[in-house]
């Protein structure tokens, strides 16, 4: 190892004065090895660093004005949205009005109409059993009518006899003759 490092350490006797040579003390060169890498860099890479941060700064401006650009679309489109939405919460409203008050008028038709039907409906129960108390009336009539005619035909038949009754016929076969000669 030592012949690898001999060259290395040679180089820090040769003579300082006139020539160039290497200064081996690392707190005296650093600094001066330092600022002039830095001078360098500034000097060759100001540009390059300068068209870096230029083109970033672009991109991040382009990226800025799309992003207004959006946000602006997106407004508009929001904005259009929030208009839609009042249109047809406004037609909702209508609708639902016009709803309610078309239940209501069919609420009330059906009402008026379910009671006129109603009304009918008593009138045909009375009329039906003005009716039946007519029909049970007149029933009772021709049954009363049928006994009494039964009871007065066996009265008459029971009280007359033959010369009785052959002059209840002449008397009836006189009156249908002078009916005939009114009506002549």
Request: hydrophobic content about 40%; some cysteine.
């Amino acid at each position: 190892m030592k012949n690898i490092t001999d060259p290395f350490l040679s180089l820090g006797y040769w003579p300082s004065a006139g020539s160039f040579g290497f200064n081996t003390d690392i707190l005296a060169t650093n600094p001066i090895n330092l600022s002039v890498v830095l001078g360098v860099l500034i000097f060759f890479g100001k540009g390059v660093l300068s068209d870096l941060l230029d083109n970033r700064k672009q991109k991040i401006l382009k990226t800025i004005r799309n992003s207004e650009e959006l946000r602006g679309r997106a407004l508009e489109q929001l904005e259009k949205a929030r208009a839609r939405l009042l249109k047809v919460e406004k037609e909702a409203d209508l609708f639902r009005v016009n709803g309610y008050s078309e239940i209501e008028r069919e609420k009330w038709n059906l009402i008026n109409s379910t009671s006129k039907t109603l009304e009918q409906l008593k009138n045909y129960k009375n009329e039906t059993i003005h009716f039946e108390q007519q029909r049970a009336i007149n029933q009772v009539r021709q049954q009363v009518f049928q006994q009494a005619l039964q009871g007065a035909l066996g009265t008459l038949n029971s009280c007359l006899n033959n010369e009785l009754h052959l002059r209840t016929i002449s008397t009836n076969i006189d009156m249908f003759g002078m009916m005939k000669e009114i009506t002549d």
